[in-house]
């Protein structure tokens, strides 16, 4: 590096110096001022304004230049560059938490979940972490340790959703509202445990299916629990299937928790007032 340092600073000094009538720029000729000089670039080509200014000087200059130096102020120019991306990337602060590196960010509300990666002998591990992004925002918990970044990063966005959903109200009651696209059941005249898809009539019988209708009926829960289906959800897609989707009965709202029917309030009789 300190030698790709002292060869462009070399270039530019006699760059500057061959040019030194064309420029605005007082240049002292003496070796010992040169020799100042070229000292002082090399110092100036470790500063990221400093080599801008530089960038610029070289285009001020180009204008000026006979055919014979356009070639040597394009090198210039991209060598300035090239040392201007290597500065800024060294400039930028890596955070490190518990040897891993902090590569993304993601804030929701209060909360801020990072992903890291680490690379070991055993190859490139990652964690997602989430912190208090007001109080505490670089003390990470609650670590998911992953072998790949795919699984990483679907990680970090799902743990940002999750926190989304939690700060909206209203998400559970929309939810609840929905039908899902596919949820299990049991067909009430003998137990056997049914398939029911969003806006298909009727059911298919699931391969799974038992001959015990208790088991077929905890079947049902377990796969419905492991997505997300309600009681009430199974119902209103149950009704859905066997009476049409656009009937009242295939609208969750009208069950209860357990998937019970809710019976309408009854108006009051006018007699009676």
């Known amino acids: 590096m300190n030698r790709e340092i002292d060869s462009l600073a070399q270039r530019l000094e006699d760059y500057f110096y061959h040019f030194k009538d064309y420029t605005m720029f007082d240049f002292d000729m003496t070796d010992e001022r040169r020799a100042a000089s070229f000292e002082q670039r090399k110092i100036d080509l470790l500063d990221i304004e400093a080599v801008d200014t530089m960038i610029f000087n070289v285009n001020d200059c ?46 929701v509300g209060n909360s801020v979940f990072v992903l890291g990666s680490n690379e070991t002998r055993f190859g490139t591990k990652y964690v997602t972490w989430q912190a208090n992004a007001k109080n505490d925002p670089t003390n990470y918990f609650w670590g998911h340790y992953l072998e790949n970044y795919e699984d990483a990063r679907e990680d970090l966005f799902e743990r940002a959703h999750s926190e989304s959903k939690a700060l909206n109200p209203n998400y559970h009651k929309r939810q609840r509202e929905k039908l ?27 391969d799974i299916s038992t001959e015990d209708a208790a088991e077929n009926k905890y079947l049902a829960k377990y796969i419905n629990d492991l997505m ?15 009476f049409g989707w656009n009937a009242p009965a295939a609208n969750p709202t ?20």
């Open 62 to 107: 180009n204008r000026n230049l006979n055919d014979s130096y356009n070639n040597e102020a394009t090198a210039l120019i991209e060598l300035l560059q090239e040392q201007r991306a290597l500065l800024v990337k060294s400039n930028e602060k890596k955070e490190i938490n518990a040897g891993y590196e902090i590569t993304e960010k993601l804030t």
């Open 228 to 242: 997300g289906v309600t009681p009430a959800q199974e119902a209103a897609m149950v009704a859905g299937s066997m």
């Open 254 to 273: 009208n069950y209860d928790d357990k998937g019970k029917a809710i019976k309408p309030k009854s108006k009051p009789d006018r007699d009676s007032r």
């Open 180 to 206: 899902p696209a596919f949820c299990m059941s049991t067909r009430p005249s003998d137990g056997c445990l049914i398939a029911i898809k969003h806006k298909e009539n009727g059911y298919k019988v699931a």
